[in-house]
């Protein structure tokens, strides 16, 4: 009580502020010290596809506990689960034991050189690139070989033998298109491999979906029929071009992605508007050719092909006098004496309602900008009318009528 007091009266005479001390304050500093970082999560995905029966895909995917990685972020650790690259860097060992259904103990050795485009092999982003806000490094193995097995609640399945490679030939194309406010900018990086050896890499190859059989579950255009090309040169300058075209066949899987990620992640995801992402699985049965061509010599290899579709986000741009619906346009109809219209108005009521709109609010925006404001009133718009030619009445102080002021329309009596 004497303290607000004394804060009273120098609030009234003008007199120096008492001091409280430091214990009248609390700083955010203090806040922010207990408020918890951003918090880590770490899954272990791991699928199995029976290409030669009906079954349903193996899928599994597990929260890690306690994740960490090596010094030299090589190696990744977890509670039930390892993967380490061996000291000479040729080969990883994958086990996992995180999941009954699905224990891993497998180890990818590569056959050819690491290999990724550019210097660094990193797409940057932000503003400003010498400091980005992110990053996505495309590294690749492009030929490998597998060993070991998979188990699960049926037997262990025995992974021995290549890893996703044709008998001598290797192709690989990656491509992604950034959302529109990246520039829909497309990052892609294509490689073909020979034996032990890298036959090309570059980053003018491409992806098109000849035809798409779309999804009514999603909306995603998901192809049917796609074609993949490379071109490139050798390190001795031959020129290199390769094509695999063909039909997809019914797809693996489709693989709905905000269901497999964590809850406070799908919360953070679900607020950008036009984000579903799902990602579609393709391996034909029929074989489809890597026809390719090195200098003046033509390769044709068969082989397995497996392909992703993954669609994450789009930016769906509506025209807003779309917003202008049938029954508004009735109703301003109704008022208007008009008792009947045709189907055929409604799209030219929305195209003069487009043009007025656009003429008045170019109006108001002079308006504005010379009044130095950023706000539009119903003055600027009943301005912008009369300097139109086109005034309106009762909104402005001149012609308003309150409603206590309008004259009473007697009512009817019954029966009438």
């Not at 001598?168 to 491509?175: N, R």
């Amino acid at each position: 009580m004497f303290n607000w007091a004394k804060q009273q009266l120098a609030n009234v005479a003008g007199t120096q502020e008492p001091i409280y001390g430091p214990t009248a304050i609390k700083s955010v500093a203090e806040e922010a010290a207990t408020v918890p970082g951003l918090h880590t999560t770490c899954q272990f995905t791991a699928k199995v596809f029976p290409l030669d029966s009906d079954k349903t895909p193996l899928w599994s995917s597990t929260q890690l506990s306690n994740p960490e990685f090596s010094e030299d972020k090589t190696c990744f650790y977890a509670d039930n689960c390892a993967i380490e690259l061996s000291e000479d860097g040729t080969a990883y060992t994958v086990k996992s034991l995180a999941d009954e259904a699905c224990i891993v103990n497998m180890t990818i050795t590569r056959k050819t050189p690491a290999i990724h485009a550019g210097t660094t092999g990193t797409t940057l982003f932000g503003t400003d690139l010498t400091n980005p806000w992110g990053s996505v490094r495309h590294a690749f193995w492009p030929r490998c070989t597998s060993e070991g097995t998979i188990t699960t609640p049926d037997g262990a399945i025995d992974f021995t033998g290549r890893a996703f490679f044709g008998p001598t030939h290797s192709a690989i194309l990656m491509e992604f298109t950034t959302p529109p406010s990246y520039g829909s900018t497309s990052v892609c990086i294509g490689i073909i491999a020979k034996e032990n050896e890298i036959l090309s890499v570059s980053c003018d190859s491409t992806v098109t979906h000849i035809q798409t059989a779309g999804d009514p579950a999603t909306d995603w255009p998901a192809p049917s029929e796609a074609k993949y090309t490379w071109a490139g040169k050798t390190k001795d300058g031959a020129e290199v071009t390769g094509v695999i075209e063909g039909v997809l066949g019914q797809r693996l899987d489709r693989i709905d992605v905000m269901a497999e990620v964590p809850g406070f992640v799908k919360k953070i995801v679900q607020t950008a508007a036009g984000t579903k992402p799902y990602v579609y699985q393709y391996s034909p049965k029929d074989s489809l050719d890597l026809k390719f061509k090195i200098g003046d010599t033509e390769v044709s290899e068969s082989g397995a092909l497996f392909v992703e579709a993954t669609f994450i986000s789009e930016k769906v741009i509506k025209d807003a006098i779309k917003g202008v619906t049938r029954p508004a346009i009735r109703r301003l109809a109704r008022r208007g004496g008009v008792k009947r219209i045709s189907a055929a108005i409604y799209d030219e009521v929305r195209f003069a309602l487009d043009i007025r709109l656009r003429a008045i609010i170019k109006d108001c925006v002079h308006v504005l900008e010379y009044r130095g404001r950023k706000t539009v009133t119903v003055a600027d718009v009943i301005f912008s009318l009369r300097r139109m030619g086109r005034p309106i009445y009762g909104f402005d102080p001149d012609t308003y009528i309150p409603p206590k002021s309008r004259p009473q329309v007697p009512a009817s009596p019954r029966g009438a």
